[in-house]
């Protein structure tokens, strides 16, 4: 992946972070959201990488990773799933 397309990428996915927390933050309930997408996204995160002893299929534990799943929550791991199958 060339330099050029690798920054407009995490330009794109920090953009997409930045209106979601603003999103939920300016809602009423804006940080039991926050939280609770937090840990929906860390469960299925940690489900995945349970579930990979069975399927192959696991998603690396790093701050990017449990960035996207903190801020996306399950979507955010769906994701992952998707782009490491499209980049192997």
Known sequence: ?????????????????LAVLIHMLRSRRGVR???LTALQGAGAL??????GTLSGVR???NWV?????AVFG????VGLLLLQFLFR
Do not use: E, Q, Y
């Not at 940690?46 to 579930?51: A, G, K, P, Y």
């Not at 990773?65 to 799943?69: E, F, H, N, Y």
């Open 59 to 61: 998603i690396a534990l």
């Open 46 to 51: 940690c489900m995945v990488n349970l579930l």
């Open 33 to 35: 959201a926050l939280l």
């Open 1 to 17: 992946m060339s330099m050029g397309l690798k920054t407009a990428a995490i330009a794109l996915v920090g953009l997409a972070a």
């Open 74 to 77: 399950t979507p955010g791991v």
């Open 65 to 69: 990773t449990l960035g996207v799943s």
